[in-house]
């Protein structure tokens, strides 16, 4: 048995339905599951899904306000008035404020651009910056993927004398800003249809209006912020990174050109990957260290040269924020370790002086990660009392909804139900630490505090062929609420398993079914090449994927989580001593010594039927040291139940299978023999016998046992003097000749039998009956 690191959920989707909607919609029935498998059951759904057919953008008008904001930022352009936009200084802020400037400008209006410092000005619309917009001669400001928590802000705003406009997609609170047009995909005197948009998304929609038509040569700025905020790729989103992801491909903006060539990627093969992993951080590592103007300046500037330097600098910032992430996260795991510990601490609140602000939300998901936890990471500015932080969560946890209950002592804090990000006092840390933990004990099981992995579809091995990736594939983009599609192999023969990598952390295997075969690759699971027995059948949950190499391409499964159903057999025997492997069994073992004491206090020492039958060892790890003295003490031991792993070793100090057991006809002889000579010295000439039969000595030396143990021979000074007035017996009720026939059928069941068959033996045995064992422990 293996068990698996993660709860697994697979979608119950009918293989007659799949199959029906499959040929109605024209794909395969693989990729017909997963559609149903996500709710889409119609025929224009799907096709619109996967062909992009009928998939059109919404009216802009739909948003409440935005009639007003166009009519105000028209003002702007006849009146000459300034207007700024106010963004954020992440990836989606970014892009959110490149998408309204360029298309402000376009449109006639004098406008720039301003994105607060995270370090001095924290997140958000504030007071100061307000006042200098102002005083610089900003009539109107338009906030992109912020403001809809300023209620302070607006109130200045209105009381200097500046409209504001808001553009946001963030949770809205109880109360709403006090602004001229709050334009917000989820406004709740509005009804819009798609209520997911990314700040990118929201800004796009307002360049839409102002366009007058979809701008399409926004859409690769508008892809980066929807894919790099990780808002759900459906709806109106998927059309936004679908199209943008093209756009990306074609784009000649000269900051994409460059982001490019500064890290080798081919612009031509660019998907939500790229953008996700490759894009996005560097676009947020500039203002994560200090100002996000160089990410901004990327994306707007129209000379190349220029475009190359930012994309040097910005790249060189990432790979900083690389460096201080590691080592903030390596610091925050020793803390929660040592200090909060997660058995204790159902939701991790840690802090330090000194811990960057602009990666905090980084190491919230490492620390998620590792613990499987609700996490916030507070950085902590002792001259002020501040610690500014983000937060991370788990499924079954809504972080917005939690930190809403805090709000008198959270006067910033905003986000989603997975993520936030916060402002607090440093005298209240701890009080959020208090509340947090309570919120988490009275809404989360034990059960919660495993990871979930959803799973799509089952998946046979011979239906897994390219040709059925490639559809796969047609589902794309992937993100939220369309991930990536996982399939669960089941009961799948090891052809092949072994570790790889430069530390071997990494593993490779091959799998079988039907006389069919997949590769499969696991990064990080290097270490179940040690806890897979070579012939379990094992169920394997991962992605697929096609493995192009040396001009061939083949399917292969990027492996996520691995399990073995059943007792698993290790085959110890005959190698090395116990001491060299018997600390990599994983724990909840028992290791198991029949007859003979240990002086190892973990040693469990069994020498009857009874002792081994009370002994319970359902899913844990059983070692067996060595030979048990006879077939009933073992069968005692394994009877009704069902470990997990059975790791055989059967040490034997001497043994009885190789020192042969005469026959019959060989005991036959040899007292004939004996009764001819009447006295026969066995130590002078026992061994010129035995060389002259071609018998081992010990073989002599045993006859000569059970002979004396029946009453046939006397034995004195290692003379053999023949009892003719002996009673006739049977050579079965000598004990030395049942304890050899016994260690000579055990040894050969258990010591030299072969993997399979030594397997079998265990498997019946642990089939044996539950009442056998309850017999045993009256």
């Given at each position: ?20 909607f ?29 062909f ?10 739909l ?44 449109y ?84 819009y ?44 989103n ?47 590592a ?113 972080l917005?909804?939690?930190?809403s ?14 993520a936030?990000?916060?402002?607090l006092?440093?005298?209240?840390v ?6 947090m ?66 530390n ?35 169920s ?11 001009n ?31 600390n ?37 790890n ?50 004939g023999f ?7 010295d ?9 060389k ?86 009256k």
């Open positions: 048995m293996l068990k698996p690191k993660m709860r697994w959920s697979l979608k119950e989707v009918d293989r007659i339905q799949s199959e029906a499959a040929e109605e919609i024209g794909t395969s029935p693989l990729a017909a599951s997963l559609l149903l498998g996500r709710g889409i059951t119609k025929k224009e759904e799907a096709r619109a899904f996967l992009d057919e009928g998939m059109t953008f919404h009216d802009p008008f948003l409440k306000d935005m009639d007003k904001a166009i009519s105000r930022i028209r003002q702007a352009k006849e009146q000459g008035e300034a207007v700024l936009v106010f963004g954020d200084y992440d990836a989606d802020g970014v892009s959110s404020t490149s998408v309204l400037l360029t298309a402000l400008r376009d006639g209006v004098s406008a720039d651009y301003y994105i607060p410092n995270r370090f001095t000005e924290g997140y958000g619309p504030n007071e100061p910056a307000f006042r200098h917009a102002k005083e610089s001669g900003f009539g109107l400001i338009i906030t992109v993927d912020t403001g809809i928590s300023g209620i302070h802000e607006a109130t200045v705003a209105k009381e200097i004398g500046i409209d504001l406009i808001i553009t946001d997609h963030h949770e809205p609170g109880p109360e709403l800003p006090e602004a001229l047009a709050i334009i917000h995909p989820k406004h709740p005197g509005g009804s249809p798609f209520g997911h948009l990314a700040g990118v998304g929201v800004a796009l929609k307002v360049a839409h209006a102002l366009y007058e038509k979809v701008p399409e040569h926004l859409l690769d700025l508008a892809a980066i912020g929807t894919i790099a905020d990780l808002v759900p790729l459906n709806g109106e998927r059309l936004i990174a679908k199209k943008g992801i093209r756009a990306l491909r074609q784009s000649q903006r000269p900051g994409i050109v460059a982001l490019c060539k500064q890290t080798g990627t081919e612009q031509s093969s660019i998907n939500e990957e790229t953008v996700g992993f490759m894009i996005g951080p560097r676009i947020n500039a203002g994560r260290l200090d100002d996000a103007g160089p990410a901004a300046e990327l994306m707007l500037t129209e000379d190349m040269e220029e475009a190359m330097m930012l994309a040097e600098e910005i790249d060189a910032m990432n790979k900083q924020r690389q460096t201080i992430v590691n080592e903030m996260a390596k610091e925050a795991i020793e803390i929660v370790s040592r200090d909060y510990p997660p058995d204790e601490y159902p939701v991790i609140i840690v802090g330090k002086e000194g811990w960057n602000p602009g990666v905090v939300g980084i190491v919230a998901s490492r620390l998620t990660d590792t613990f499987y936890r609700p996490a916030i990471v507070l950085g902590f500015d002792t001259e002020k009392g501040i610690a500014k932080g983000s937060a991370r969560s788990i499924k079954g946890f809504d917005y909804q939690s930190l209950t805090c709000r008198d002592i959270l006067p910033h804090f905003g986000g989603h139900p997975m936030a990000g916060m402002t006092s440093i005298d209240d701890d009080e959020l630490r208090r509340r933990v309570k919120i988490a004990n009275e809404t989360l099981a034990e059960e919660d505090f495993t990871p979930i992995i959803q799973v799509d579809s089952e998946a046979s091995i011979p239906d897994i062929t390219v040709q059925s990736i490639e559809e796969l594939n047609k589902l794309a983009p992937f993100g939220m609420n369309n991930p990536k599609p996982l399939f669960v192999i089941r009961d799948a023969k090891i052809a092949a398993m072994k570790k790889i990598g430069a071997q952390t990494h593993l490779k295997a091959a799998f079988e079914q039907a006389g069919q075969a997949i590769d499969g690759i696991g990064f990080g699971m290097g270490e179940y090449a040690d806890h897979i027995a070579k012939t379990a059948e094992v394997v949950i991962g992605e697929l994927s096609i493995n192009e190499w040396n061939m391409r083949r399917p292969q499964i990027m492996l996520r989580d691995m399990r073995v159903d059943e007792c698993q057999l290790f085959d110890m025997r005959g190698g090395k001593s116990h001491l060299h492997w018997l990599d069994v994983p724990n909840e073992k028992i290791t198991i010594s029949f007859g003979r004491e240990s002086a190892d206090p973990s040693v469990v020492c069994v020498k009857s039927e009874q002792e081994a039958a009370q002994i319970e060892m359902d899913d844990k059983i070692i067996l040291l060595n030979l048990p003295e006879n077939e009933q003490v073992i069968k005692s031991l394994l009877a009704g139940k069902a470990p997990a792993r059975i790791y055989a070793h059967f040490r034997t100090e001497e043994s009885h299978f190789f020192s042969a057991m005469p026959t019959r006809d060989q005991f036959k002889w040899y007292y004996l009764l001819k000579r009447g006295i026969f066995i130590k002078q000439h026992g061994e010129l016998l035995a002259k039969q071609g018998w081992p000595y010990a073989s002599i030396r045993f006859m000569s046992k059970v002979f004396f143990e029946l009453g046939f021979v006397k034995l004195n000074d290692g003379k053999i003097e023949v009892q003719k007035d002996a009673d006739k017996r049977d050579l079965s009720e000598s004990p030395a000749y049942i304890q050899k026939q016994t260690q000579f059928n055990l040894e050969q069941k258990l010591v030299y039998s072969s993997y399979q068959e030594l397997k079998s033996v265990l498997d019946k045995w642990m089939k044996g009956s539950d009442a056998y064992r309850e017999e045993l422990l």
